[in-house]
């Protein structure tokens, strides 16, 4: 797969840090790897974007950022806050064919779920996957209402004809709740889509060489590393009720 779109089913889930975990397994596996953050918001001019930190924690050889909107909003509304122009799906799939022409691999970093509107035309993180023809890995939380968030990203993407990878949960509790235990079990049905890993919290806080070194860990074999879906599941999964 040349180009990966990835995309959460809400805001502040750990997207930047499932998409650096991909970014250091294929980049320790030999790949040369390039990050397209479309819209970057919330964020100074001179402060460090997603993109940036991607490539700090996985050795990725590139970066791009489309735009920048100082305001934490959706892409469309904070490009019409700030007077600034907005970036459209055409524009974001043009910036990924670009980079694939010089890169083994470009992972695409939405910003927050699916379906945030981009411009005034409505154009979306859908839109640019579709354009691709790329497939989308979805990033979920781990806890209550991810079935639901889940369930909505997948079917979306089905009315459109977009091939969903799978889930990744985004931040696994050290002490996870008996919602994210059984969530595990769930995921897979409500996206319709395999598990393909799960990135422990507080991963973001790793250097560089330890985030590389155990990425490979966190994300199944589709994805380049040794994860086991079945294992995990079954070492976290909720005792059965009994009354």
């Known amino acids: 797969m040349g180009i990966i779109v990835i995309s959460g ?7 930047t840090i499932v998409t650096a975990a991909v970014a250091a397994v294929a980049t320790t596996a030999g790949r040369s790897v390039a990050v397209l953050k479309p819209a970057q918001t919330g964020l100074g001019p001179d402060e460090r974007g997603d993109a940036d930190e991607v490539v700090r924690l996985s ?9 920048r909107f100082p305001e934490p909003l959706a892409p469309g509304t904070a490009a ?4 600034l122009a907005p970036v459209g799906p055409r524009e974001v799939a043009e910036a990924a064919r670009k980079l694939a022409e010089d890169h083994d691999l470009v992972l695409v970093e939405g910003a927050g779920g699916l379906l945030v509107r981009f411009d ?10 579709a354009l691709l023809g790329a497939p989308v890995l979805v990033v979920a939380p781990a806890g209550l209402g991810t079935l639901n968030s889940t369930t909505l990203t997948a079917e979306a993407l089905r009315a459109r004809g977009i091939e969903q990878l799978g ?9 996870p709740d008996l919602a994210a235990r059984c969530n ?8 319709g889509a395999p598990l393909l890993g799960a990135v422990p919290e507080g991963s973001g ?11 490979g860990g966190w994300l199944g074999p589709e994805l380049g590393g040794a994860w086991d879906a079945e294992a995990f599941t079954e070492a976290h999964a909720a005792p059965l009720s009994v009354g």
């Open 9 to 15: 089913t809400g805001t502040e889930i750990g997207k």
């Open 59 to 67: 050795g990725a050889a590139a970066s791009a950022e489309l735009a």
């Open 80 to 83: 019409r806050r700030s007077g």
């Open 120 to 129: 005034e035309e409505g154009g979306t993180l859908a839109d640019a996957a």
């Open 167 to 175: 889930v990744v949960v985004g931040s696994w509790p050290a002490a």
């Open 184 to 191: 595990l079990a769930d995921l897979p049905e409500a996206a």
């Open 205 to 215: 806080a790793l250097g560089p060489a330890e985030f590389r070194a155990a990425a």
